[in-house]
Nanobody
C-alpha cells in the first residue's frame, strides 16, 4: 500500500489549492479515505472523509463551504480542493486509508505542506 500526496505550496490568504493523493497497492474504491492535517506544534486534526463509492462525505465544521473532498476511483486518486485559504490552514496535510470507515487509519501518506502567508 502506498499513498503519495502532492499539490501543496505557499499561497496567499484567500487563495486556493488542490491537493491530490495517489493510492496504489489496494482496491481504492473499497475504502473510506480521509484528509488529516497537522499544524505546526499541534496534534493531528481530521478534516474530511469520503466513502469508497463517493456517495458520502463528511467535513469538520470549520472547513465546510471552503474545502471539497472528491475522488476518482478509476485513477485511484483522492483530492481536496481548498478555497478561501486562511493562515490557520497552514499545516502538513495527510491522506489516510480508513480500515473500517470509523476513523481507524492503517496507512498514511508522507504529507504535503500547505503554507498560507502574505
Amino acid at each position: 500500500v502506498q499513498l503519495v500526496e502532492s499539490g501543496g505550496g505557499l499561497v496567499q490568504p484567500g487563495g486556493s489549492l488542490r491537493l491530490s493523493c495517489a493510492a496504489s497497492g489496494f482496491t481504492f474504491s473499497s475504502y473510506y479515505m480521509s484528509w488529516v492535517r497537522q499544524a505546526p506544534g499541534k496534534g493531528l486534526e481530521w478534516v474530511s472523509d469520503m466513502a469508497g463509492d463517493g456517495g458520502r462525505t463528511n467535513y469538520v465544521d470549520f472547513v465546510k463551504g471552503r474545502f471539497t473532498i472528491s475522488r476518482d476511483n478509476a485513477k485511484s486518486t483522492l483530492y481536496l480542493q481548498i478555497n478561501s485559504l486562511k493562515p490557520e490552514d497552514t499545516a502538513l496535510y495527510y491522506c489516510a486509508r480508513d480500515r473500517t470507515g470509523w476513523g481507524e487509519y492503517d496507512y498514511w501518506g508522507q504529507g504535503t505542506q500547505v503554507t498560507v502567508s502574505s
